[in-house]
C-alpha cells in the first residue's frame, strides 16, 4: 500500500510539472525527488576541479584563475552572472568586486547571506578587457553551467543581467523586456523558477534602477518562502520601508 501512494504521489507531482511547463506560468514547484548518484557536495567539487583545468576555448590561456563558482551545493536560490571581471579572475572567486558587494547587500535586504546561496556564471574564466562572452565561448562552457543547476537543483535561479537571461531561456529578448517576469525552468532532473533581473553592475552605473530590482529581490523573497515554508527570515521592517533601493545604501 505505501508504494502504491508513493508512486501515485510521484505521478500527480509529474502531471503537475507538465502542466505548469506547457501552461507557461510561472512554476514554484520543488526539484524532482529523484536519487541524486552523488552527494550534490560531491558534484559541484567535481565540476570545479574540472573547470580548473578546462582549456575547451582560449580563455584558458589569459586566466589567472578559472572561477567556478562558489556557495551551498544545497542551496534553494542560484545566482547566475554573466563572467569573472578583474578582481574574481584574480581571486578565482565570483562577485567580488564592487558589483559583488553590491550583490551582496542586496541579499541581505531580503534576509539572505552569500554563503547560504550558490554564485555561479555563464563563463568560468574572464573574457580580456571584460568584453562581452562571445557565442562560441558560450556554448564552450555552458555544460559546466548545465551540471551546476542539476548537481543542486535548485527552486529558484536569479539570472543577473542579459547573457545568463538569454541563454537560459533561449531568446534574444532585451534584459529590461525580461526582467521581473518569473517563467518555469527545467533541467535535467527537475525544474525550477528562473526570474531574470539586472545585473549589480548596470546598477552601479544607473542607481534609478535599483527600484525595479528591489522589486525583483521581494518576489525572489516570497517564492523561496513558499517553497521552503520559513527561509529567509522576514525581510527587516527597516528594509522594507527605504524601499525602493535594495537597502542597504549600495557603494554607488
Ligand atoms: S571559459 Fe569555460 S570553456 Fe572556456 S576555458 Fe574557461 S571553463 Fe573552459
Same mark, same amino acid.
Given at each position: ?13 509529474? $502531471? ?8 507557461? &506560468?510561472?512554476?514554484? @514547484?520543488? *526539484?524532482?525527488? &529523484?536519487?541524486?548518484? %552523488?552527494?550534490?557536495?560531491? =558534484? ?6 574540472? /573547470? ?12 589567472? #584563475?578559472?572561477? *567556478? ?8 536560490? =542560484? ?22 558587494? =553590491?550583490?551582496?547587500?542586496? !541579499?541581505? $535586504? ?6 547560504? /546561496?550558490?554564485?555561479? #556564471?555563464? %563563463?568560468?574564466?574572464?573574457? *580580456?578587457? #571584460? ?13 559546466? @553551467? ?19 537571461? +538569454? ?8 534584459? !529590461?523586456? @525580461? ?14 523558477? =528562473?526570474?531574470?533581473? @539586472? ?6 552605473? #544607473? ?9 525583483? !529581490?521581494?518576489?525572489?523573497? +516570497? ?12 525581510? *527587516?521592517? +527597516? ?12 557603494? &554607488?
Amino acid at each position: 500500500m505505501r508504494d502504491e501512494l508513493a508512486r501515485l504521489a510521484r505521478e500527480v507531482a509529474e $502531471a503537475l510539472r507538465a502542466e505548469a511547463a506547457s501552461s507557461g &506560468s510561472a512554476c514554484a @514547484l520543488p *526539484p524532482r525527488a &529523484s536519487p541524486r548518484a %552523488l552527494p550534490p557536495e560531491d =558534484l559541484v567539487e567535481d565540476i570545479a576541479m574540472r /573547470v580548473r583545468a578546462c582549456t575547451r576555448c582560449d580563455l584558458c590561456r589569459g586566466r589567472r #584563475n578559472a572561477v *567556478p563558482g562558489e556557495g551551498s551545493p544545497r542551496a534553494p536560490l =542560484l545566482l547566475v552572472g554573466e563572467a569573472p571581471g578583474e578582481d574574481e579572475d584574480r581571486q578565482g572567486r565570483p562577485f567580488v568586486g564592487r558589483a559583488g558587494e =553590491l550583490l551582496t547587500k542586496m !541579499l541581505a $535586504a531580503i534576509s539572505v547571506r552569500r554563503e547560504e /546561496v550558490f554564485i555561479a #556564471n555563464v %563563463l568560468k574564466c574572464r573574457p *580580456p578587457g #571584460n568584453r562581452d562572452p562571445a557565442p562560441e565561448e558560450i556554448a564552450a562552457c555552458r555544460d559546466y @553551467l548545465t551540471a551546476q543547476i542539476a548537481a543542486i537543483r535548485p527552486a529558484i535561479i536569479l539570472t543577473l543581467g542579459r547573457v545568463p537571461a +538569454r541563454l537560459l531561456l533561449d531568446t534574444p529578448m532585451g534584459i !529590461l523586456s @525580461l526582467r521581473g517576469k518569473p517563467r518555469p525552468f527545467a533541467y535535467p532532473g527537475g525544474t525550477a523558477t =528562473l526570474f531574470p533581473t @539586472l545585473h549589480p553592475a548596470y546598477l552601479l552605473r #544607473n542607481p534609478a534602477a535599483k527600484r525595479d530590482v528591489w522589486d525583483d !529581490l521581494k518576489e525572489v523573497h +516570497r517564492l523561496l518562502r513558499e517553497f521552503t515554508g520559513d527561509w529567509p527570515p522576514p525581510i *527587516p521592517a +527597516r528594509a522594507a520601508a527605504e524601499s525602493p533601493a535594495p537597502p542597504p545604501a549600495a557603494g &554607488s
